[in-house]
């Protein structure tokens, strides 16, 4: 695995040393689908080569991440070899273009490995799956490797013998995260997206646009760089603390588009698709900040320094619109993913209310009231997209005032509004806060980090189930899969962001990956032991957990969760 890890340790010690042997074990996460242990292990040395068609450069790149990494922290050299001249009889690692038996929703994603004591066949269909039987291969070998630098010490670089069938439960397992209220560097974004594809996760939802800044350089708009990518100063504390206190220091970041272009390409090579979101109608002062003619009062308008929902929103105007287009097409130009976020959560309208011209186009579009106005904004925006070769995802939200069929519905309050989407026939992804927000508690505030509050802690994450059984077996096929969100109001840095999503996305990873009926939280409380290793060598803040008592509400949280 091509891990980016910053190698953080003090400039005396160069190098790692290993305190006895390391214990193999099949403490695989997520849990594959099917896994049958056998007696006996693979011992990976200089004598052992991986075999691949060259006419698949694909393959012989997913080797390669498997050869570096052994190569980074043990010091053997495996050689990558082509399979269609040379094929030995033993010590080898075997990729075979091969449909595996077990059943997927995407088939290219399933594999089947085959470890024995002098071979390790792994087949698959499709790329993705030779990428993710990587990552099983990885994790069944000591957790050492894992180690940024080569490990010194009497480790057995070992993989136990087994069986696996293995797919995925879900073709949509993702993770987000907020860079608007606080700002993570290039850097930190890969080691996120190494991370989620060390767990199988395969979308990476960007939100990159807020009320608290705007990320993401538009060309044909550079204001929104220029202006609103910078707040003047920044909340301390709390949000509901009183009074307000701020640091009184200028805080910015964006990401070119070079440095987008990067990211994707980036993500791809791990076989993770990713979603941009620009928030629409609301969530939107940074923009008005940058361009007052958007809305509907004449402002002043400023970047937000605080945190939580700001009556300013954009107007429905044309002007908008052909703001929002040219906006959007960029973003299109920059991931060529199908799906554009455009958020819809949290609208005030009073700004609408009280405008002469949003009323006028409520009567000229016939429309009853104002969140029927806000599906018109939608529509309209989808139509854009459509036309594009694009589908739009929006929060829960957008549900009100009706919907297109081909929008997919992100539920956040709760499940209700998945369940009503699914119903309806649209495509969803379940990402309720009471399960799915690392941004809440997971064990006492008063032995944690600043939160915005609720508590949601690893043992519940683990016990999700993204299809509640009130489904049908037609509306649960539109269930695409879960997400977890990391909205970053009081984490400032990505070492906070470790702490709040570490062990929480392992335990997500686990929902949308394995099977149902597999899940059992004893078992994967005993292979986190092993994992918050492999999270250790890989410079990761994971969390401990330091208090299981029950916690109902460690800080009084509103019915909808201020974003």
Known sequence: MQFTTRIYL????????????SKNTYDVIPLPSHLEEHTGEFHIDNKTRFLVSFKDKEQKRIAGVF???VFRSSGIYISVLNKDSFL??????????????????NQREAYRMEVEKDKINLSSSGEEGFYYAIQTL????????FSPIKVQGNIHWIVPCCSIEDAPRYIYRGMQLDVCRHFFPVSFIKKYLDLMALHKMNTFHWHLTEDQGWRIEIKKYPRLTIIGSKRKETLIGHAATVPEKYDGKEYSGFYTQAEIKEIVSYARDRFITIIPEIELPGHSLAALAAYPELACTSGPFEVACKWGVFTDVYCPTEKTFEFLDNVLQEVIDLFPGTYIHIGGDECPKESWKKSAFCQQLIKN???????????????????????????LIGWDEILEGGLSPQATVMSWRGTAGGLEAAREGHDVIMT???YCYFDHYQADPKKEPLAIGGYTDLEKVYQFEPTPDSLNAEQAKHILGAQGNVWTEYMLNGKQVEHMVFPRACALSEVVWSPKQERNLASFTERMKQHYRRLEYLDVNAARKTDN???SSPTKQPEKQER
Request: glycine content about 2%; overall charge positive.
């Open 88 to 105: 030995p009889t033993t010590d080898y690692i075997l990729f075979k273009l091969d449909t595996p038996t077990v059943s997927a929703l």
């Open 432 to 434: 309720p806060s009471a």
């Open 549 to 551: 008592a029950a916690i």
């Open 138 to 145: 990885l994790q069944l070998m000591p957790a050492e490797v």
């Open 67 to 69: 050869v570096q990494q």
């Open 10 to 21: 003090s400039v005396c010690v160069f190098f790692i040393v290993a305190t006895g042997l």
């Open 365 to 391: 579009q016939s429309l009853k009231n104002e969140h029927e106005l806000q599906s018109y904004f939608i529509k309209r925006i989808e139509q854009f997209l459509s036309s594009k070769g694009r589908k």
